[in-house]
């Protein structure tokens, strides 16, 4: 007989596979949950990471935001020196101007000065028609302006010999003291000087002689002026030797006593011309006040006048020499007119 299967057996291998049946549906359940648990693990991570990424963008950004700053810095320091070197060249050229101007206002008042001291503004028009030959000058001692008729040459002296002659005798040893002919030397130089006496400069030139005389003036620069002959009458025609000076001889020595006016032999010399009684010609028209210290000098067909004119603000030296004068009158007022104009030239 054959082999019989035991119903329990059966029953056994059905439950069996039931059970395999069930763990498998059990085990692909648990597949199926992990997958779907996964998934969803997994997407919020995938959120982060998403939300994460802007952030990670806008940090670049914020990086790249921080070096512009340092651009514009950089950019404000080439501003701040382009600023600095465009004030200094503003300086530079404000500075440039500014001595531009400078030198132009300097140049203006320096024309401006120059036309000042034109020597049109001393007329001396009258005065040289007051003569057929006229000498003039005129030295501002202040401001060492000078007016001249630029024609120095040797023309006849007259009594202007006289203050040569004074120079001479107070240059020498003792001075004013020196006796002649039992008198001081100074008591022949004032009428000498003063009242044209001219015993008084005879007397001088016999004493010291004409030779020392005309050396010394040699000496001193005076090359013009020389002495040839005694002092003689004004009306009395010269026809042989004449005494001499000039124009240049005469402003050097005057321009000596002013100064050295406060010492020594020019202190006694100004002294002594201040004293002048004759007043016809430099001093006639100028106010009484006025300083003066001058020597006058005639002779025929002669006028001549030179001194110091010491008025406070603008003290000058003036000389005038004339020769072949028809009209005495006319060139005494001539050389008293143009010593007024002298005063007010400023």
């Known amino acids: 007989m054959g082999k019989h299967t035991d119903p329990n057996e059966k029953s056994k291998g059905k439950y069996i596979v039931i059970g395999m049946a069930a763990l498998l549906l059990a085990g692909g359940a648990y597949f199926g949950v992990t997958r779907v648990l996964n998934y969803s693990a997994e997407k919020p991570k995938e959120a982060v990471t998403a939300k994460d990424s ?7 950004p914020a990086a790249s935001s921080k070096k512009k700053p340092a651009k514009k810095k950089t950019e404000k320091s080439s501003e701040k020196k382009k600023t600095k070197s465009s004030k200094k060249k503003t300086k530079e050229s404000s500075t440039s101007k500014k001595q531009e101007s400078s030198e132009k206002k300097a140049a203006k008042k320096k024309t401006s000065t120059k036309a000042k001291k034109k020597p049109a503004s001393l007329d001396a028009g009258a005065l040289t028609q007051s003569a057929g030959k006229v000498y003039y000058g005129v030295h501002y001692f202040k401001d060492k302006q000078d007016f001249s008729s630029d024609n120095s040459e040797p023309t006849i002296a007259a009594n202007v010999i006289e203050l040569f002659i004074m120079d001479y005798a107070l240059a020498q040893k003792d001075g004013g003291d020196q ?4 008198k001081k030397l100074t008591e022949w130089l004032v009428p000498m000087i003063q009242q044209n006496d001219i015993n008084a400069t005879n007397v001088l030139i016999d004493h010291y002689g004409m030779d020392k005389l005309n050396d010394y ?5 005076y090359p013009d ?14 026809t042989d030797n004449d005494n001499y000076t000039s124009l240049n001889d005469c402003m050097k020595l005057l321009k000596k006593i002013y100064d050295d006016r406060e010492k020594g032999p020019q202190k ?7 004293g002048q009684v004759i007043r016809t010609k430099i001093p006639q028209k100028l106010p009484e006040n006025t300083a003066v ?3 006058t000098g005639e002779q025929q067909n002669v006028e001549n006048d030179i001194g110091l004119v010491l008025t406070e603000d603008n003290p000058f030296a003036i ?4 020769k072949e004068v028809s009209d005495i009158v006319k060139t005494r007022t001539a050389i008293a007119d143009f010593s007024l104009a002298a005063t007010k030239l400023k």
């Open 217 to 221: 003036f040699k000496t001193q620069g």
């Open 268 to 274: 006694t010399m100004m002294e002594i011309l201040k």
């Open 179 to 182: 006796m002649i002919q039992e």
């Open 293 to 295: 210290a001058n020597i």
């Open 225 to 238: 002026t020389r002495i040839e002959r005694r002092m003689v009458d004004i009306n009395v025609r010269i």
């Open 319 to 322: 000389v005038v020499l004339t």
């Open 54 to 60: 802007p952030s990670s963008s806008k940090e670049k």
